[in-house]
């Protein structure tokens, strides 16, 4: 473990029982998922997708937020900026679990990599460019390759620093930042077109890219609050967090529950208001069974009930409303995941299924359990936040005096 | 009594720390009339002054939930029952299409709620205030930072006042007429 003291004098927490969750989470979702393969080949599929796309959110979450951190010359992110720089490091992980799955049942995902003439169906020839099996191997794994390199270079220069305390690391990330954004912009977009928005190659949604993004996000900044709570009371982070520092994340969780319901209302409110069927069919379809009440948990429960429930300030620095609303805020995501996924392979809506339930806790369990067991190795590996950071000393809410105050001071004390 | 027309003792500090520290001990002292004047913001203050969160989102939010109902029940009177009218064969009443309206009078109405609730209870706008007349305290919106505590608090007696804002660490002290 880190050398870092707790400063807190409250008891610290020891997860050292749970050390093994991750590896018993990932012997159980395997036996679940083998079981899958060879009885429900389609729910094993689509649940292991679902699972994909959702933990992908938090690999480009915590991606995004490093890029944030960098391009703002933020504060009040460096306490749980080496998390989120792990967070993004696990993306060749992520890769490596889920495109092979991807990659070779595409045939049995996407329906129109099964068209046996693309130029039969129109919407997909006027598509081919992007929709054809080479481009979709190609990207997918270029995608992975893109974020791995990006992840890792940032990692490297913010590992650097803490050995050197060198500024030009922090100019040398602030360059990768800038130009990843928009790398990250264009990466992403294409990442959630081709596995998740392509399951329906007829639809249309220019809002695609920024619903997934903002959904990420903020899935992303549940699962920080309640890490950073967690850290802080092992100890690891004990130095550097502070009251701010909840309320910052809050803040920003906040802000991604308003700008995912903004987001996923345009979206809505285009396709509601053109009513051009190759664009409602795919929320026509969402209105039958089950999808109806998902639809209405989407709206209720992944918006209105966090909304409310942060609208006051003092809300957001206490855990005992904040950690369960971020349990809350995996299940919504999960619930808005299955929403744009599973009504490919239940357009009627008939339900909940057996098969469709173990399928879906295995692979969440599997995937999970995976990127547990490599996040935490590379946390207890590395100091468990940027030690010389230029902000460090403001983020601890310290003044620290510049070198030229210190003389002048000393030299009026001569005189 | 020259006092008897005093509005306060005016206390003028170099740095923001010395305005701090001195607001905290004023706190700690238990006055309740008092305020602090500096140039710009100074975090940490409403801590050291013990003010609690501004009842200013109440406002807000009351003013929000109204522009949220006024603005559904508008549009409902409007298009579907005082003069039904349909619109792209759409139907006449939906949650869909008047959202765009009823948000944008939620945040109007909200905005008006913060202006006028901070108004409210800053009881703003006040034609005089004591403090304007005084000449020294024009410093406050250049390199000054002041503590004025108002006679009228329960807890004032000049000599005490005096000496607990010197040992506070004032420089200039001054009392200010009606």
Known sequence: ?415 | MENAHAYGLLAEFDTPADAMHAAEKVRDAGFTRWDVHTPFPVHGMDEAMGLKNSKVGWFSFCGGATGFTAGYTMIWFMNSFNYPIVVGGKPLMSPMFPFPVVYEMTILLSAFGAIFGMLFLNKLPKLHHPLLKNRRFKAATDDKFYVIIETSDPRYVEEETRELLESAGCKHMEMVGE
């Open chain 1, 1 to 415: 473990m880190s050398s870092e003291s707790p400063q807190s004098s409250k008891p610290s927490l020891d997860l050292a029982k749970y050390a093994n969750l991750p590896n018993q989470l990932i012997v159980g979702g395997a036996i679940g998922l083998l079981i899958g393969f060879f009885a429900w080949r389609e729910q094993f599929l689509y649940s292991y997708l679902t699972a994909f796309m959702f933990f992908l959110s938090l690999v480009l979450g915590g991606l995004f937020l490093v890029l944030l951190h960098h391009l703002f010359d933020s504060q009040w992110l460096v306490p749980i900026r080496r998390i989120c720089e792990h967070f993004a490091g696990l993306a060749p992980i992520l890769g490596v679990l889920g495109l092979p799955v991807i990659l070779i049942f595409a045939k049995s995902i996407y329906p129109w990599m099964a068209i046996e003439d693309p130029h039969s169906d129109h919407a997909l020839h006027v598509k081919y460019a992007l929709f054809n099996p080479t481009a979709f191997w190609v990207v997918s794994i270029a995608l992975f390759v893109v974020w791995t390199w990006l992840a890792n270079r940032l990692r490297k220069h913010s590992l650097a620093q803490d050995e050197t305390g060198a500024a030009t690391h922090t100019q040398a990330m602030r360059k990768y930042a800038a130009g990843g954004i928009v790398l990250f912009a264009f990466t992403l977009t294409l990442g959630v077109i081709y596995w998740m928005k392509s399951l329906e190659h007829q639809w249309f949604s220019t809002m695609y890219g920024v619903y997934y993004f903002a959904g990420s996000v903020w899935t992303t900044l549940a699962t920080m609050y309640v890490l950073t709570a967690l850290l802080q009371r092992t100890g690891h982070l004990a130095p550097v967090v502070r009251d701010s520092t909840f309320k910052d994340i809050g803040t920003l969780f906040f802000a991604f529950t308003v700008f995912y319901a903004y987001i996923h209302f345009s979206q809505y409110f285009l396709i509601w208001n053109a009513a051009i069927p190759e664009e409602t069919f795919w929320y026509v379809k969402r209105e039958n069974g089950i999808w109806w009440y998902l639809g209405m948990l989407i709206i209720f429960g992944h918006f209105f009930v966090p909304f409310l429930t942060m609208l006051r300030i003092d809300v957001k620095k206490k855990l005992t409303i904040m950690a369960p609303l971020a349990g809350w805020a995996w299940l919504m995501h999960y619930v808005d995941m299955t929403f744009n996924i599973k009504p490919v392979i239940d357009p009627e809506g008939h339900g909940i299924s057996l098969s469709g339930m173990i399928q879906s806790i295995a692979s969440m369990a599997f995937i999970g359990g995976f990127l547990a067991k490599f996040f935490l190795k590379s946390f207890i590996t590395h100091a468990p936040f940027p030690q010389r950071d230029p902000r460090i000393a403001e983020t601890m809410g310290v003044y620290v005096e510049l070198e030229s105050e210190a003389q002048a001071q000393t030299k009026s004390a001569k005189a």
